[in-house]
């Protein structure tokens, strides 16, 4: 039920490709698909609801990754995403998940989370 709700809220994220100027809207922050987190992470500044907007963005993508840390640990080479170090910070790693969502807009319509680490294991593939 949990790992559901993660797709959904992942999903809702990547299916709606943020359009300079749109609003984000009450189902954005549902987060039912890919295209609803990528309207959440590339808000407008000037959108009324930026602050809450980009906090559930951030907020969602790292609660997506320690539960994958807290789910996958000791298990080496089984990991798909092995983050660098130093760390990107969460707007460096909002700003390069969007960019990577517009480049794959095949999965805007998949659950957030499922595009979130396809994503990651994309940028930051553990070494095997």
Not at 69 to 94: F, I, Q, W, Y
Request: net charge neutral.
């Amino acid at each position: 039920m949990f790992k559901k709700l993660i797709r959904s809220l992942i999903l809702v994220g990547l299916l709606v490709p943020g359009v300079a100027g749109a609003a984000v809207t009450d189902e954005d922050f549902v987060l039912s698909t890919t295209r609803n987190l990528v309207n959440l992470c590339s808000v407008s500044a000037d959108d009324p609801r930026a602050k809450e907007a980009i906090q559930m963005c951030e907020g969602y993508m790292l609660g997506g990754y320690h539960f994958y840390l807290a789910t996958n640990s000791g298990k080496g080479d089984m990991r798909l995403v092995c983050l660098p170090n130093p760390t990107p910070s969460r707007n460096e790693v909002a700003a390069m998940f969007v960019e990577w969502a517009k480049a794959n807009s095949q999965y805007m319509n998949e659950a957030p989370v499922d595009s979130e680490f396809r994503f990651m294991s994309a940028k930051w593939p553990c070494k095997k």
